[in-house]
């Protein structure tokens, strides 16, 4: 979790911001109400790696597997989202499916 | 448009803009606070870096309205005489070699000291990602933020 909020802080809190909420309008809320779907986790790798496919949207964060399964742990068990870890192996796998 | 009162270096900056202006536009174009750099636009970059609230942030993409009561620190704000630990070091290890990503580059590792006052190299690289230098002085960026930490921590070099 550490690493990963560092990894955060680094890279996406401007627009996500401090307490994951992002700003409205602009910056999507990371804070889910349900637990967090396997579709939602391989919509999550997607964005970090490739980015948002609309115009002035997301643009792909440079990082390691490794950092994004930090960064994707660290955000799925913040601020009230609860999800079980996602392995590097497991995210591996959704990055190369 | 709308009218903000912005709490910037400890001091109120009274200011009437447009609600969706990016704060580093306030802060260069308004306020005349030219420390502050405008690099990608997009918060890719990091040169644009300011702390709100003590967290470092891309100016370039943070709406005015959104920031409320909440304290901005800028380069101009770090301190008093340019003598925080890390714009010191930054001097000694000759960081800079055109210099445009330094304010970014030091705001955010300001920043990482106020969290991990003596960072890993590796929680270093992590925390500093952010903020690219095309002039690849990274090493000395390294350097410069591991000296100022041993400094804070009343440790010296052998």
């Known amino acids: 979790m550490a690493r990963g909020k560092e990894i955060y802080i680094a890279n996406c809190i401007t627009c996500h911001q401090p307490d994951g909420n992002g700003i409205t309008g602009i910056y999507p809320s990371l804070v889910r109400s349900n637990k967090i779907s396997m579709d939602q986790t391989k919509r999550a790798v997607q964005l970090i790696s490739h980015g948002s496919s609309f115009e002035g949207g997301m643009k792909p964060i440079h990082l390691s597997e490794k950092e994004i399964a930090d960064v994707i742990n660290y955000i799925q068990n913040s601020w009230g989202n609860e999800t079980p870890a996602t392995s590097t192996t497991e995210l591996r796998a959704i990055i190369n499916n | ?158």
């Open chain 2, 1 to 158: 448009m709308g009218h903000y009162s912005l709490k910037i270096n400890n001091k109120i900056y009274p200011v009437h803009i447009e609600h969706d202006t990016p704060l580093l536009w306030v802060l260069r174009d308004k306020l005349k606070l030219y420390g502050t750099k405008y690099g990608c636009g997009i918060a890719q970059c990091g040169a644009c870096t300011v702390h709100v609230e003590g967290i470092p942030m891309r100016s370039c993409s943070i709406p005015i309205d959104s920031i409320g009561d909440k304290s901005i620190t800028t380069i101009e704000g770090l301190s008093k005489q340019s003598n925080h630990p890390i714009q010191i070091a930054w001097e000694e290890e000759d960081v800079p070699q055109c210099g445009y990503c330094q304010s970014g580059q030091i705001m955010s590792a300001a920043a990482l000291l106020e969290r991990i006052p003596n960072p890993t190299d590796k929680q270093i690289e992590r925390a500093m990602k952010g903020n690219i230098c095309r002039c690849g002085t990274y090493s000395r960026i390294q350097n410069a933020i591991k000296s100022a930490a041993k400094k804070i921590n009343g440790l010296h070099d052998e």
